[in-house]
Each structure stands twice: as C-alpha cells, then as structure tokens.
C-alpha cells in the first residue's frame, strides 16, 4: 500500500497538519463539515499518497444525521481501500482530548477518538496518533500517559514513540510523526523486497 490517511475530530488542526506534511497550501478556513470528498496529496515523491478524510464529531451549525453520515463515509473509505492504505493517522487535540473521551464515557458512550484508533486496529491498520496542539499543552507527559491509558496502552508513553506522535502542527514541530511515517515507509519498502 502506498497511501497515508489522517482521520480525526473536526478542528483538531487536520488541514493544518496536512499542510504541514505536504508542502501544499489550501484553504482551511472553510465552514466544518464541508469537505466531504477524500483529499489526495503527493509526499515523498511519487510513491505516497496523503488522504485527507472528512472531520467527524461535533461540529456547529451540522446535524447530528449528517455528522453520522460523514463518520459512516470516513469507515467506509477505510475498509474499501484498507488493502492499500500504509498508515492511519488519527489527529487528536492534545489539550482536549482526554477531555472529550472521559466526557463520552461518562455518558455510556464510545468516544469516536476511541473507536477509530480500535476499527483501525480491526481493519489491519496499525494506527499513528498525532497528538497535535502540543503547544498548549503544560503536563506533558502525563497527558500523554493517560492517551495511552484511554487507548488501551500501557504507560509510560515513552515506549509507543511509533505510535504515539506529539506534535505542534501550527509551528511545523512534526518530527515525531515524520519519523514515524518514515519508519513504516521503510518497512514497507523492505517487505517490498
Ligand atoms: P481541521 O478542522 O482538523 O482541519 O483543523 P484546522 O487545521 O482547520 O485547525 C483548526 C484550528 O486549530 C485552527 O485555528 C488552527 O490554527 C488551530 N491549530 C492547528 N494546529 C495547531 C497547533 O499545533 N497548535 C495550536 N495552538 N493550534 C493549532
């Protein structure tokens, strides 16, 4: 496979990364939930592909239907083209997100940062967590223990550097992630052989 998808919460800086990653500039102050269509990006020359897929969870001004709906489109995109898909990038909001998935807990739901890290687990992907807005963050490392523990990983976080990539996309601090994508890259160019 020779495509990277990132997948994520609504604002949790997906365009912002992907510009990042890319070298492309685009608009990203369109409304949420607009782009619905797969984004495709060329990186590392001609053999990778980047796909930007649609933010899911919540978002002003969309209903709940069209949410699902989107969310239903993000899995589907997934499990069509798993065969061919090298990594999966789950954005998070570092400052938010345990947050956001203690808040669903607390309610009796599955929260969607969890449950996309676990279907693409099932679907064979071996996830990448970007935890982006690193910059706001103070508690480091213990913010990055308990993503760990919601992610059904044991602490100290430190021993998942392949998988869990603190990052401050605003400022280009992607290094963690790079070295990541670079990592699976190279296993794969090496299975290739
Ligand atoms: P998307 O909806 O996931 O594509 O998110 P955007 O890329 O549009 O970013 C949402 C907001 O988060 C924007 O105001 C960005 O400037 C901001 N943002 C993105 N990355 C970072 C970051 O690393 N740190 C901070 N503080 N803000 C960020």
Same mark, same amino acid.
């Given at each position: 496979?020779?495509?990277?998808?990132?997948?994520?919460? &609504?604002?949790?800086?997906?365009?912002?990364?992907?510009?990042?990653?890319?070298?492309?500039?685009?608009?990203?102050?369109? @409304?949420? !939930?607009?782009?619905?269509?797969?984004?495709?990006?060329?990186?590392?020359?001609?053999?990778?592909?980047?796909?930007?897929?649609?933010?899911?969870?919540?978002? &002003?001004?969309?209903?709940?239907?069209?949410?699902?709906?989107?969310?239903?489109?993000?899995?589907?995109?997934?499990?069509?083209?798993?065969?061919?898909?090298?990594?999966?990038?789950?954005?998070?909001?570092?400052?938010?997100?345990?947050?956001?998935?203690?808040?669903?807990? !607390?309610?009796?739901?599955?929260?969607?940062?969890? +449950?996309?890290?676990?279907?693409?687990?099932?679907?064979?992907?071996?996830?990448?967590?970007?935890?982006?807005?690193?910059?706001?963050?103070?508690?480091?490392?213990?913010?990055?223990?308990?993503?760990?523990?919601?992610?059904?990983?044991?602490?100290?976080?430190?021993?998942?550097? +392949?998988?869990?990539?603190?990052?401050?996309? @605003?400022?280009? &601090?992607?290094?963690?992630? +790079?070295?990541?994508?670079? @990592?699976?890259?190279?296993?794969?160019?090496?299975? +290739?052989?």
């Amino acid at each position: 496979g020779d495509e990277v998808v990132l997948v994520g919460r &609504s604002n949790v800086g997906k365009s912002t990364l992907m510009r990042e990653l890319t070298g492309h500039s685009f608009d990203t102050g369109g @409304k949420p !939930g607009v782009t619905r269509q797969p984004n495709h990006y060329d990186w590392a020359g001609p053999d990778f592909m980047f796909t930007d897929l649609p933010g899911f969870g919540f978002m &002003s001004g969309v209903e709940e239907g069209k949410r699902e709906q989107i969310k239903t489109d993000v899995v589907r995109y997934v499990e069509e083209n798993a065969e061919n898909i090298l990594a999966g990038v789950l954005v998070v909001d570092g400052k938010a997100v345990i947050d956001i998935i203690d808040r669903h807990r !607390g309610n009796g739901d599955i929260p969607h940062d969890v +449950e996309m890290f676990h279907f693409l687990q099932d679907v064979g992907i071996d996830p990448i967590v970007a935890v982006n807005k690193m910059d706001k963050v103070d508690d480091r490392d213990e913010r990055l223990d308990d993503l760990c523990d919601r992610l059904g990983l044991f602490p100290p976080w430190q021993q998942y550097r +392949e998988t869990i990539c603190p990052i401050t996309a @605003k400022t280009g &601090s992607i290094e963690p992630l +790079e070295a990541a994508l670079a @990592k699976r890259f190279r296993d794969a160019k090496r299975d +290739e052989l």
